[in-house]
């Protein structure tokens, strides 16, 4: 896991989070997740992992955001990534990503891939930041409101030192966290 700063710390994703997870998706998603599919994520899906971010706060500790993915025959399939509107625009987003790819290369898969909407360019971003190329195009993958999906992947053969660099990053994503407080 990614070592952050207090008080932000991320763990794995419980079934206790499932409330908090479902307010986050319903900020985050047109057509949000259901209560069941988290549960299911959680109890019964061998090839799911989530995590969860959180802040410490005076109540207790804050959920800011969650994200996932399946490890599939060697492929890790990152499935989402979500953050509170309040917490957006403050690298959290990229927080999550990270945490998943240094998962995944912990797990040693040959490629990550992901969908996104051609309309999403902040995410589209970030994923470049992180490597990620094109590879194809889902017609008409969302629902509500209707849009194409692209396809993302990192082919982990190709990039030899991915996880080396992943891991650069975390000390700088770490120190720069360090020095903004």
Known sequence: MLALPSPYRLRPMTVADIPAVLAVDRASFPTP????????????????????????????????????????????????????????????????????????CALQPLLVTLEVRRSNAIAQALYAKYRFVEVGVRRRYYRNPPEDALLLTVDLAEQPGYCAWLAERERAIVAAEERGR
Do not use: C, K, M
């Open 33 to 104: 997740a259901t209560e069941q599919l988290f549960v299911n994520e959680l109890t019964d899906n061998q090839l799911a992992h989530y995590q969860v971010l959180g802040r410490d706060a005076a109540g207790g500790e804050t959920l800011v955001g969650f994200a996932g993915f399946w490890l599939i025959a060697g492929e890790i399939h990152i499935s989402t990534i979500a953050v509170a509107p309040a917490e957006r625009g403050r690298g959290r987003g990229e927080w999550l990503l990270l945490n998943l790819l240094l998962l995944a």
